[in-house]
């Protein structure tokens, strides 16, 4: 995937300030080291979900859950969603796992779970259903987007558009997915930004944070060092240079604190955080195994969430990023 153009990035108003946005990639539990089954298909960590929610939302934050097709179609999965939602201020976003999300006409693979790799009539059809089972469940049609596995296709973003979304989130900047057939966002940063092939559709990628003494030159020098056998682990042990994406998986809060440290230096206005469902019930992720895991998981977001606040980014709901994004084209617009 190319980098946007100049002109395609978004400048935020002025009033929007310095903000952060929560997503979790509401889904089913399965194994991640199995091969893609439909039958991996319960929700029972949603039970979970109301605790963290109200967590976040007595510290201002209200997160936009990217629901999968077998959390939609589980009364009781849908029922929690619609409680946490009913404050008004978090929403109900999508999420494409194609393993589990009808109609099942390709048989499950590796290749195929990226939703990008799949035919295109299929892809269409996929996303059709579920798009059509949450606005039936929800009353509300959603308008935020992630691929599963950020597998987005060379067709995705127009599909999106085409069926009224207005935010895609599936890029994870400066990550590399080819290896396994998915896409390459190595040459995609941060910031958020208008996607040209799909007039009215923003990009907001999952934020991730070069951090060390190389920090300046991160993407070209992780991507050489990917080359070569544990070179970006090498990197990031020798303190040179460390690639940091902001969630509680797999990411100390020390490593995730540098992160937003250093955007808060460089001027940083919108930082996307995220989460998976299934990390909220120990066993289920490879992220929370056990409970001293869950305790962690926890402990990360009371210190980052207190980092963010220290460093003047606030809470932002989806409405606040579209609103402001709407604001920044209609000021681009005027001559």
Request: glycine share 8%; aromatic share 8%; hydrophobic share 40%.
């Amino acid at each position: 995937m190319p980098p946007p153009a100049p002109q395609q990035r978004i400048a935020w108003p002025a009033a929007f300030g310095r903000r952060f946005v929560v997503f979790v990639d509401t889904e089913e539990e399965f194994d991640w080291a199995a091969p893609f089954s439909r039958a991996a298909r319960s929700v029972s960590a949603i039970a979970a979900l109301p605790e963290m929610h109200r967590r976040f939302v007595d510290r201002g934050v209200h997160p936009c859950y990217l629901c999968d097709y077998p959390v939609v179609a589980d009364p009781r999965a849908a029922a929690t969603l619609r409680g946490l939602v009913a404050d008004g201020r978090s929403t109900i976003g999508a999420q494409l796992h194609p393993w589990v999300n009808p109609p099942h006409a390709e048989e499950p693979s590796a290749h195929l779970s990226f939703g990008g790799n799949l035919p295109p009539v299929l892809e269409a059809q996929k996303l059709d259903r579920l798009t059509t089972a949450i606005a039936d469940v929800f009353g509300r049609a959603p308008l935020a987007f992630r691929a599963g596995r950020y597998g987005l296709g060379p067709r995705t973003l127009g599909l999106l558009a085409e069926r009224g979304y207005r935010l895609d989130t599936s890029v994870r900047s400066f990550h590399d997915y080819s290896a396994q057939g998915g896409p390459d966002y190595r040459a995609i940063g941060p910031d958020a930004f208008r996607v040209s092939q799909a007039p009215g559709l923003i990009e907001l990628p999952l934020t991730t944070i070069f951090t060390g003494l190389l920090r300046r030159a991160g993407a070209p020098v992780h991507r050489a060092a990917t080359r070569l056998p544990r070179g970006a682990g090498l990197l990031a042990r020798s303190r040179l240079l460390s690639r940091v994406p902001l969630t509680p998986e797999g990411v100390s809060i020390a490593e995730a604190s540098a992160a937003v440290r250093l955007a808060a230096q460089d001027g940083t206005r919108l930082l996307t955080l995220s989460f998976h469902s299934p990390s909220l019930v120990p066993g289920h992720t490879p992220y929370v195994r056990d409970e001293q895991d869950a305790a962690r998981f926890h402990q990360w977001w009371v210190a980052m969430l207190d980092l963010l606040d220290a460093q003047g980014f606030a809470p932002a709901t989806l409405d606040d990023v579209l609103q402001a994004a709407t604001q920044d084209r209609d000021t681009s617009a005027r001559p």
